[in-house]
């Protein structure tokens, strides 16, 4: 597991801070999915989640969460062993067993989404111990925590390994020839913004908001939550998307299925809560990782 925590010079790192921060909106949940998990997530912290992340990000992230929340995706070909664990591919069955399906394509366990996401937690959970034995980059922590959370709630994240997550599912979405990964990744989000948001990526934001405290607002008490009082769960966040997947994403799918309005519309409600979800879970077990409130990096 050491694996997961390489350092990260300096200048190499505020490069690709610098990058992400001034990254286009419309660049590949896509840039634009994981910027709304973070951006829901970050007002959610408590004082000392916010406290604690405000130390660990670079100051050229100005405070703002979502500007690193694409880095893990930058930086796979600095870390080429980072690849596997952004997914976790379940082989054809609607349903995610943790022993059988997290591992890479070298069969090593544990190199998945759910195994980074746990692992990340408990690196992050280290902060201000400073008789660990061991010493991560907690910044580098907190930057693949907060896109695999996003990551880990896009239904094909966990699709199928024979098509690897719907990659390799060739798809025409309205006149365009795509795959369906693509499509959750991307293009559903893509359509909502043009057609009901005048592609402006805060006011998709403020919807999700409003639905938070809103007509979601019971279920999201069950969101937060997790079994055995664990800093994280993301076995059961990779269950709920394996599920979606064969329910919604795949349904009524082969190659060459043409996507259009009523697959778009039909879809979209699930696109939009698993977007709320990852942002509400994120900042729920980052709140429970600082909840010390110990700050020794006065």
């Known amino acids: 597991m050491g694996r997961f925590s390489p350092c ?19 660049q590949s949940w896509g840039s634009v999915g994981h910027h709304i998990t ?5 007002p959610l912290l408590s004082e000392a989640a916010a406290k604690a992340v405000q130390k660990l990000l670079s100051s050229s992230a100005e405070g703002d969460l979502a500007s690193i929340c694409l880095w893990a995706d930058t930086v796979r070909s600095i870390y080429p062993w980072s690849y596997c664990l952004h ?9 995610y067993d943790y022993n059988r399906d997290c591992h890479n394509d070298k069969g090593e366990k544990d190199m998945c989404v759910t195994g980074a996401i746990n692992n990340y937690t408990a690196q992050l959970a280290t902060y201000g111990d400073f008789s ?4 991560y980059n907690l910044t580098e922590s907190l930057m693949f925590l907060s896109h695999l959370m996003g990551d880990i ?16 599912l060739p798809v025409q979405w309205y006149t365009r020839q795509t795959n369906l990964h693509k499509v959750w990744d991307l293009e559903i989000i893509d359509e909502s913004l043009k057609e009901f948001y005048g592609l402006e ?12 405290t809103g007509g979601w607002s019971d279920e999201v008490p069950t969101w937060e ?49 698993r977007l709320a979800q990852g942002g509400v879970r994120l900042a729920a077990t980052l709140n429970r990782i600082f909840s010390s409130g110990v700050d020794v990096y006065k």
């Open 153 to 168: 709630h896009q239904p094909l994240h966990l699709g199928f390994i024979n098509d690897l997550g719907g990659n390799r």
């Open 87 to 95: 997914f976790a591919n379940p082989p054809g069955v609607c349903n």
């Open 38 to 42: 973070c951006k829901i997530a970050q």
């Open 132 to 135: 660990t034995a061991v010493t």
């Open 201 to 212: 990526i805060s006011a998709m934001i403020e919807d999700l908001r409003r639905n938070i």
């Open 225 to 273: 939550g997790c079994s055995k009082d664990s800093l994280s769960c993301p076995d059961s966040y990779a269950s709920e998307s394996i599920s979606l997947a064969c329910e919604w994403a795949y349904k009524g799918v082969t190659a060459g299925t043409i996507l259009g309005e009523e697959y778009f519309l039909s879809r979209l409600p699930i696109v939009e809560k």
């Open 8 to 26: 990260l010079c300096f200048m190499m790192l505020l490069l690709l801070l610098i990058f992400l921060a001034n990254a286009p909106a419309t």
